[in-house]
Structures are given as structure tokens and as C-alpha cells.
């Protein structure tokens, strides 16, 4: 007796689930090679002309493709070329800072395509929400992910301990704007952008360990290991300004003990008492300046790159990064100063550890949050965790 066997019909969440990989396998293979006819994109993903036709159909009608007519082959027969868009998906990189919000829409290739400073006035999620479409324009409907940078911890999406752009307590930013705006959201402390920043396309391109070291009004840390950026279970790796000088002193309203007296906004206050005048732009340049002609700004200077040699030392015997890119207002060291820093860090540290300045600037957050964003909308992220 002869037995059929049934095979279960496949759900239709299966078979969404099937072409939706196998668009993805042609949007990366297209991606890759740029310039390709129909026969090397089957030989590229492995699927057969006929399960291509439609998808390379649908997505030449995306605007994913563009179909560039005939092209020469090796047997002389011209075939039909496809090139890849990269405008067909764009994504959006915004950076808090405490008087205004900066926005990037970059396409897939993370080329920057427009950007924009506007000053920080009322809600921060408003804010956010009227600038990435502003932005966008017409590309509003390709925007596949957007990338926030904000100082202080964020945790799924929500940010805490960022009192210069006004939050101290955890709020969902994140979940807020993904809600409003309908696409991938991911968020993520300002430092540890910039050392993804840095590692992508800068001083740390080269290394696979990092650490990024930020001076601004606050002290914070970025770490990349293993090529990773790394978070820590609760968001708050790398917070690198909460380190206690005195066990009776634990911070107050969202500002660590050490950033507190080594910051730039501690430096600052410290030149304009060594030269009364108007707080310079440039705190750490002016001591710099100050200090080849001032014994007291002098003895000051030594004492705050003995403070930052220790902290660096301290994060080196912990993590090893091997390489510190210097942020911010630390980059203002001159190259006397960097020095005198790389050997007192050699000094204290318990394996070698290469100092120098970070090269990206103000640009280094920026060219995170795009590759953030970049990453939510290639994985099709829905979470508001920051991206691999």
C-alpha cells in the first residue's frame, strides 16, 4: 500500500518572510558590484532567472535599480545592465548638543546629502520630528532608519543623565520619534557615536581596539573592542566622568566628580582666574598658551594632564584598548602637551597604549550616527537598541 505524502501548505508569513530575503539578496548583491546585467546578478545570489524576473521588476520600479540598457558581454550578445540607487534608501543622523540639534540625510553608500543646524527651542522630540522630513524633502518616503546621538545614557532608547540638553531622567526619545515617524529608531550615547565615527573613518580606522576619550562640558569614553562598540549592560560603559576623587563625593544633578573639576568647563574657569577677561572659546588651547609664559598656568596644565593620564591608566588597566583618540576639547592639546601625556600614560600603564588626537572633529558623531542608521535599515530594525 502506497502512502501519499501531504506536504503542509506554506503560511503566507513564510513565504513574505522568503521574498523578502531573497530581495535583500539582490539589493546587497546589487549593492556590491554597482554596475551588473541580469545573468551576474543570478550567478552573485544564486537564484534563478525566473524567481529574479519579478523581484529585479519590482525593485527597478522602487527605484532600487535603474536599468541602463545594453551593455557589451564576452560572447558579444549585449546584455541589459542594471545599476544600483542608492538614493532608493536614505537615513537620517541627528546629534543633540546643548543649543542646537545638527541633522544629516545620507543615502545607502553614506554619503551626505543635505544637512542641517537648527537651534534647540522647545521639545526635543518636536524638534526632531519637524527636522529629519524638513530635511528629507522629497526623499521622505525612501528614509529607512534614523540614528540619535545624545549625551548621557541611553537605554532602549531612552536617554538619562544628559542634563545639557535637558535630560536628567530617562525618557523614551527614541520610541517617541520612531512612533511619530514610522521608521527604524536608534539611540546612543553622543561618545560612543564618535568612537564608532572614528573607527569607520578616522583615527581608529586602522585598530580593532579603541578607546575615545571626550572632553566637552562633561568626560566621557567610548570603547570599541573586537571591532564593537561597547555598551555595557546598562547603557553606561565608558561614563568615565562619574570616577570618584573623594568616596564622599558621588556627583549631583547628572555631572561626575571628575568631570566636574577636569573638564573644559573646569579648565575654562580656571584660565579666566589665571587671566581675567572673558571665558575663551578654546579653554584648553588658552592654558596651552598661558602656560609658556605663566608658572601658575603652567603648574595647572601639569596638574590636569597628570588628572588625564590617570584616567586614561585607569581605563587601560580594565580594558587594554591599546590605542586613546583624544576628543573634543583634549584634541586642543599641543603636540608638547600630547607628548608629555603619552609618556606619563606609558609610565602608569600596563601594557603599551598609543595616544594621539582624534582627526574627525565635529564630523565624528555624525559619521556614526550614519553608519548606525545605516546598519537599523539594512537589518530591517525595529527595536530601539543601537545597532550592531
Known sequence: M?????????????????????????????????????????????????????????????GYLIERGPGASRAG?????????????????????????????????????????????GDIVDLICAAVPELAGDGLPALRGVAIAAPGVSTGGAVRLAPSVGLVEAR??????????????????????MAAGEHAAGAGSDVADLLLLHVGDGIGA???????????????????????????????????????????SA???????????????????????????????AAYLAELLAAWARLIV????????GRVLLSGAAADLDDAAVDRLQALVSLGAPSPTEVRRAVLGDQAVLHGAVSYALSAAASGLSTLLPAP
Request: aromatic share 2%.
Open 222 to 264: 567610548g570603547l570599541v573592542l573586537d571591532g564593537q562598540v561597547r555598551r555595557g549592560s546598562g547603557g553606561a560603559a565608558g561614563e568615565v566622568g562619574f570616577l570618584p576623587l573623594d568616596p564622599a563625593d558621588r556627583g549631583h544633578d547628572g555631572i561626575g566628580p571628575f568631570e566636574a573639576r577636569w573638564s573644559e
Open 172 to 193: 523614551p526619545v527614541g520610541e517617541s520619534v520612531q512612533r511619530r515617524l514610522g521608521v527604524p529608531v536608534v539611540v546612543d550615547n553622543d561618545v560612543n557615536l
Open 2 to 62: 502506497v502512502t501519499d505524502v501531504v506536504t503542509p501548505p506554506t503560511s503566507p508569513v513564510s513565504r513574505e518572510r522568503s521574498k523578502e530575503i531573497k530581495r535583500r539578496s539582490v539589493i546587497s548583491a546589487a549593492r556590491q558590484a554597482r554596475v551588473l546585467s541580469r545573468a551576474e546578478l543570478t550567478e552573485l545570489t544564486g537564484l534563478s532567472p525566473a524567481t529574479l524576473t519579478p523581484l529585479v521588476r519590482d525593485l527597478v520600479a522602487e
Open 314 to 321: 585607569s581605563c587601560a588597566c580594565v580594558v587594554d584598548p
Open 267 to 297: 579648565v575654562a574657569e580656571r584660565v579666566v582666574a589665571l587671566a581675567p577677561g572673558r571665558r575663551p572659546a578654546a579653554p584648553v588651547r588658552a592654558l596651552v598658551e598661558l602656560a609658556a609664559a605663566d608658572e601658575r598656568a
Open 77 to 121: 550578445r549585449p546584455r541589459a545592465i542594471l545599476e544600483f540607487n542608492p538614493r532608493a534608501e536614505l537615513v537620517a543622523a541627528v546629534a543633540l548638543e546643548p543649543a542646537r540639534i545638527s541633522c544629516e540625510i545620507a543615502d545607502s553608500d553614506g554619503a551626505v546629502i543635505a544637512h542641517r543646524t537648527v537651534r534647540r527651542t
